[in-house]
């Protein structure tokens, strides 16, 4: 069965400095990985993805992403962080084989960006 | 585009009372979902459809119906309201059925936020 943590609830960090939100995932065959952001009262956005090919993915708003197959890790990065990157973060997973495209979304983790 | 759009915003309910959330895309995309949110819990996928007249169960597919009987529109019955039903709801459509195509990314309404008392 497919599934994606996201081990903290809440990441704190001070706009300018780099930020990392984690997300683990576990699903048989290749993975696709999938960031979305959600602002206050609003949808989800699509923000990055991996598929195939470089590690490094890089997506909307200067966020990159790092694929660790060995550590069936999907982490989001920034290297500086704005005030206005505040919003709630989801990772999920959808298994590359699979044609019904089922998503499978980790809890979410709040990210909080202090002037 | 307009994208994806749900109807209504907000929405109040009884216990045992029934209701449609509505959902439309005009991307002319063939997979469209419905998802649940609820605190601490990420999204849940209750249905799911890849095109006209084919609908399937997600992860948590019970109190609740869906049809499809055209590409643009994906409406989620709940039949007979329950407190455990509140929640916000989003839809969601992405392009593309082949397996190839299961990278593409999906496009999420605004949502519904709904509660049932």
């Known amino acids: 069965a497919q599934s994606v943590a996201q081990p903290e609830d809440q990441v704190n960090v001070a706009e300018g400095n780099p930020l990392t939100v984690k997300c683990t995932y576990s699903?048989?065959?290749?993975?696709?990985l999938f960031w979305y952001v959600q602002y206050p009262n609003r949808g989800l956005q699509f923000l990055l993805k991996?598929?195939?090919?470089?590690?490094l993915v890089k997506g909307s708003y200067g966020f990159e992403a790092e694929f660790n197959k060995s550590q069936t890790s999907f982490h989001l990065k920034k290297p500086s962080a704005l005030v206005s990157d505040s919003a709630l973060y989801f990772c999920?997973?959808?298994?590359?084989?699979?044609?019904?495209?089922?998503?499978?979304f980790g809890q979410g983790t709040t990210l909080q960006v202090k002037p | 585009n307009a994208g994806v759009t749900q109807t209504p915003k907000f929405q109040v309910l009884k216990t045992g009372q029934s209701m449609t959330l509505q959902c439309a895309q005009d991307?002319?995309?063939?997979?469209m979902s419905w998802y649940r949110q609820d605190p601490g819990m990420g999204l849940r996928l209750i249905h799911y459809?890849?095109?006209?007249?084919?609908?399937d169960q997600g992860e948590v597919p019970n109190g609740y119906n869906v049809s499809r009987s055209t590409t643009e529109d994906f409406p989620l019955r709940l039949l007979s309201a329950a407190p455990s039903q509140t929640s916000v709801y989003f839809c969601?459509?992405?392009?593309?059925?082949?397996?190839?195509?299961?990278?593409?990314?999906?496009?999420f309404g605004p949502g519904t936020r709904l509660t049932v008392l």
């Open positions: 969601a459509s992405r392009r593309g059925l082949a397996e190839m195509s299961s990278y593409n990314e999906q496009f």
């Open positions: 699903v048989s065959g290749n993975p696709y």
């Open positions: 991996y598929i195939t090919g470089d590690n």
């Open positions: 999920a997973v959808r298994r590359g084989s699979s044609n019904t495209g089922k998503l499978i």
């Open positions: 991307m002319n995309h063939e997979y």
């Open positions: 459809s890849v095109g006209a007249g084919i609908t």
